[in-house]
């Protein structure tokens, strides 16, 4: 069956502008995740979604970062302002439960670009 | 922080198995020991997760010892598609145990 998939795979910004990333988890998986991948901080979580509900945002980076989930599938990150530390290859994961030992399920990334 | 040791890099010869240690000497009792891995450019994949007991799957081994400060992976028969960066990561189950904390890993390269 399908993956997880995000969209774009590849976005190129200038500083101060606002980017969305898109990412659309397996179907059936309530747990969605983002994390973020840059060089000089390897692989960091950022927020972790049980159906529509944040109950962790604990890794988002400031104010300027945010996300939703609709409908329990779709979720979408949102960089306000965009700075050049923004830089990085941001990951979406879905599993089936959060709370339980299931494997997380990575997508392929969009890789943001912060000129 | 990650709660996990690994060593930087490690060189095995094709067709070799590769053993990938990790060390989590301050994990707890309810904590599990998982394994992830990155190829270049594509996003992390999970490989195999135990408790207490060896486990084994399609892709991978994974020996824990007794008292489960560490564990080693275990690729019987590494081929080159198995270069990647390798996670050991250990996470408990339950409410606010969700997210994974990847620490720096082990670059494992597969030598023809």
């Known amino acids: 069956g399908a993956g997880v998939s995000q969209s774009p795979s590849n976005k190129v910004t200038e500083k101060g502008k606002d980017v969305e990333l898109r990412c659309d988890p397996i179907s059936g998986h309530t747990a969605l995740y983002w994390y973020r991948q840059s060089l000089g901080q390897g692989l960091e979580f950022l927020i972790y979604f049980q159906g529509n509900s944040a109950p962790d945002k604990s890794g988002l980076p400031s104010d300027r970062f945010s996300a939703e989930r609709t409908g329990g599938s779709v979720s979408t990150l949102t960089i306000q302002r965009t700075q050049q530390e923004d830089s990085a290859v941001y990951l979406c994961a879905s599993s089936f439960s959060g709370t339980d030992y299931n494997e997380q399920f990575f997508g392929p990334g969009t890789r943001l670009t912060v000129l | 922080d990650a709660k996990t040791t690994q060593p930087p890099s490690m060189d095995c010869a094709e067709g070799r198995a590769a053993n990938l240690p990790c060390n989590h000497s301050?994990?707890?009792?309810?904590?599990?020991v998982y394994w992830y891995r990155q190829i270049h450019s594509q996003g992390p994949q999970y490989i195999i997760h135990g408790l207490k007991n060896n486990e084994t799957n399609e892709m991978a081994s994974l020996i824990i010892t007794e008292d489960r400060k560490s564990s080693t992976l275990i690729l019987p028969h590494a081929t080159l598609r198995d270069t990647a960066v390798y996670y050991c990561i250990v996470r408990a189950r339950g409410f606010g145990n969700e997210k994974l904390t990847f620490g720096t890993g082990t670059r494992l390269t597969i030598i023809p």
């Open positions: 301050t994990i707890s009792g309810n904590e599990y």
